[in-house]
């Protein structure tokens, strides 16, 4: 897919977008017995699963000839991008858009060992399968449509995730997150902990040196004794 061009990469984010929607709608409509939204903009998408779909094809497609490594390499890569994103949204706007407290290995109730396990798969299924289907139907669809498709798409999610975040977005929580005085904190902290860092190791190069000087106990000695 290195060889397609802007156009492509916009209509496969558009399409994993509303995959994305499609799939987690339908298991909560079903579980819950009634239409659910699952995103949090109007419209029958979510980002998320657009910039993670992009994502595995670009991280696991060096590693493709290893299973194993493109299991590893996707469950790392889209739990840190679950972590961020659910994190930036409690920050943005003031609530949990999902909760893994079901689970029993959770942290924060961002992520969980089982959503992390599923990532894991999903960059097989994404890799080997997924990433061969959407050469097909990039291929197959005329150039002009894929165009015009991606640059609608794209503009009505634009759109529809500036209305959303300017009605929803948490102003005060957004402040004082990434107020000068949190920032600073942070920063002074990190400082400390930096220059505890080369007493640390003085301390312990001199616990080695004092070890290497100490003799050896020798049971001859004794015996001489």
């Known amino acids: 897919m290195e060889h397609f061009g802007i156009e492509y990469w916009m209509f496969t984010f558009c399409m994993y977008c509303m995959i994305g929607w499609v799939q987690e709608s339908t298991i909560e409509s079903l579980y819950h017995k009634r239409p659910i939204n699952r995103g949090f903009l109007k419209g029958p998408y979510i980002p998320i699963y657009g910039v993670g779909g992009l994502l595995l094809l670009f ?20 739990t840190a991008l679950e972590y961020f994103t659910g994190w930036l949204m409690e920050t943005m706007f003031g609530k949990q858009f999902w909760d ?3 689970f029993r ?10 959503s992390s396990l599923f990532w894991g798969v999903m960059g097989l299924f994404v890799t080997y399968v997924v990433s061969y289907v959407t050469m097909f139907v990039l291929n197959s669809l005329p150039h ?27 102003v005060d929580k957004l402040r004082s997150t990434f107020s000068i005085s949190n920032i600073s904190a942070h920063i002074i902290r990190f400082d400390t902990i930096a220059s505890r860092m080369p007493r640390l190791r003085a301390r312990n190069d001199e616990k080695d ?17």
């Open 59 to 78: 991280i696991c497609h060096p590693f493709r000839n290893n299973g194993f490594e493109v299991f590893f390499v996707a469950l790392i890569a889209c």
């Open 100 to 102: 893994y407290s079901m």
């Open 105 to 114: 290995i959770t942290y924060k109730n961002r992520i969980s060992l089982i």
């Open 144 to 170: 002009q449509f894929i165009c015009a498709a991606s640059a609608t798409v794209s503009l009505i999610m634009a759109v529809d995730f500036l209305n959303t975040t300017r009605k929803q977005i948490d």
């Open 209 to 225: 040196i004092d070890n290497k000087e100490e003799p050896e106990y020798s049971g001859d000695e004794e015996k001489n004794d």
